[in-house]
């Protein structure tokens, strides 16, 4: 069951292609910037498709009809970003579940009245993810982790400040991050 990580190389993105490929996904292919192709390849991806080398749309129509699952995790209502959903949406199967972790104002007011109502008024195959944590799905992820096959992609670590945060925050907007930001804090009695 074919799957598109959409930002495969960021904070997110990096972790999806690894329990894509550890929930037996096959191909995965990975959505990042040429740059970013090895890192991609290393964490599991089948094949991996460079937004910024030519032939991007052609790459991914061969698996027209096919996609099992699109988990986008660069679509947002900022004007700065790629709406990749017009590209992507239509080459899923019959079936097949565009997931996305941010998305247009309407999507989130659809996503929280869901969960009030208790009743999925999202566009057909469409959600936001939404972090719901519990035992089992958290002993599965510490499973893949001591089997090695998820492990933390990091692009820096930085001391914890209000400096560092700014520049992470910065970091982050800029959508070139390749994997998380970690801040070091420092030790109990121990000036950070």
């Not at 069951?1 to 930002?7: F, R």
């Not at 129509?61 to 699109?70: E, F, I, K, P």
């Not at 930085?158 to 925050?169: F, K, M, R």
Request: glycine share 8%; charged share 20%; aromatic share 6%.
């Amino acid at each position: 069951s074919p799957v598109v990580i959409v930002g495969a190389s960021g904070g997110t993105g990096t972790v999806g292609v690894q329990i894509a490929k550890a929930l037996g996904a096959n191909p995965v292919i990975g959505i990042c910037s040429s740059r970013n192709e090895a890192l991609v390849r290393s964490l599991g991806a089948d094949h991996v498709v460079a937004y910024d080398s030519p032939g991007m749309d052609d790459q991914l129509h061969r698996y027209a009809g096919s996609l099992a699952l699109v988990y986008d995790t660069v679509t947002s209502f900022h004007a700065e970003d790629t709406d990749y959903e017009p590209l992507l949406r239509p080459l899923l199967r019959p079936g097949g579940k565009y997931e996305a972790i941010n998305g247009a104002p309407s999507d989130w007011i659809r996503t929280f009245l869901s969960l009030f109502f208790r009743h999925n008024l999202q566009r057909p195959d469409h959600d936001l993810v939404m972090v719901s944590t519990n035992r089992t799905r958290l002993d599965r992820i510490a499973a893949w982790v001591d089997a090695g096959q998820l492990h933390p992609s990091v692009d820096r670590v930085l001391p914890l400040s209000d400096e560092s945060l700014a520049n992470s925050v910065a970091a982050v907007q800029s959508r070139r991050t390749r994997g998380k930001i970690v801040f070091e804090i420092g030790h109990i009695g121990h000036d950070a």
